[in-house]
């Protein structure tokens, strides 16, 4: 049990474009779920935190108009990187959260924008 | 603000070496401490949760244990399956904003040689 995907697990743009990255809990129920970066050799940064039903929560210098958080089920959660530039390029991974604490994360997105 | 440091940053052991990984953290009241388990390019995979000083689980030959101040994960007899980067991680009591994500410790890298 706690299994969650995501998908894609690379995806390279060019520059300027957008992309969508979805995350889903396989067989339990995830009313939050959270976005985190991963740069090479660093650990996870927090960028979101997103409920069911409502508005992303992001965290301090994580542009809101650039990464489009949407929580349309307890299922499924989006991130579209918008007008994406190289300086995006990273590993995105996102978790959800089942019963009060524990979080499981996903396999991870590779990004590269060229 | 919430903060974890890890040590050693690295670490190389002989099979059937037996060590601990440390994870020092300052949290605004502990609500649950993280171990995870990340292989490269790959998600983080969960280990533990730790919720009050004292607390000690155990996990094949893994044990994490618990106290006011930091965690130990303990490792006995690794085997080269073992290798990975060993996470943790602290979630606060109270986060605010609808915010409510982990912080991350950047890891410690252990290899295990044959």
């Known amino acids: 049990g706690a299994v969650v995907s995501q998908h894609p697990s690379r995806v390279i743009c060019k520059s300027g474009t957008s992309v969508k990255i979805e995350c889903r809990s396989l067989?339990?129920?995830?009313?939050?779920m959270f976005w985190y970066r991963q740069f090479p050799k660093q650990s996870l940064m927090l960028m979101a935190t997103s409920n069911e039903g409502s508005k992303a929560t992001y965290e301090q210098g994580v542009e809101k108009d650039k990464f489009l958080i949407n929580h349309a089920s307890l299922t499924l959660s989006t991130l579209t990187v918008t007008s994406a530039h190289p300086e995006d390029s990273s590993f995105y991974i996102c978790?959800?959260?089942?019963?009060?604490?524990?979080?499981?994360f996903g396999p991870g997105t590779r990004l590269l924008v060229l | 603000e919430d903060q974890v440091t890890q040590s050693p940053e690295a670490l190389r052991l002989q099979e059937g070496e037996s060590s601990s990984l440390n994870c020092s953290y300052t949290?605004?009241?502990?609500?649950?401490l993280f171990w995870y388990r990340q292989d490269p390019g790959k998600g983080p995979e969960f280990l533990f949760t730790l919720y009050s000083a004292g607390e000690e689980k155990e996990k094949e030959r893994l044990k994490a244990t618990l106290t006011k101040k930091e965690s130990f994960l303990h490792i006995t007899a690794p085997k080269p399956e073992d290798s990975a980067t060993y996470l943790c991680a602290v979630q606060a009591a109270y986060s605010g904003g609808g915010a409510d994500g982990l912080t991350f410790g950047k890891g410690t890298h252990l290899i295990i040689q044959p």
């Open positions: 067989d339990f129920q995830a009313t939050t």
């Open positions: 949290v605004s009241g502990l609500r649950g």
């Open positions: 978790s959800a959260r089942r019963g009060v604490e524990t979080q499981y």
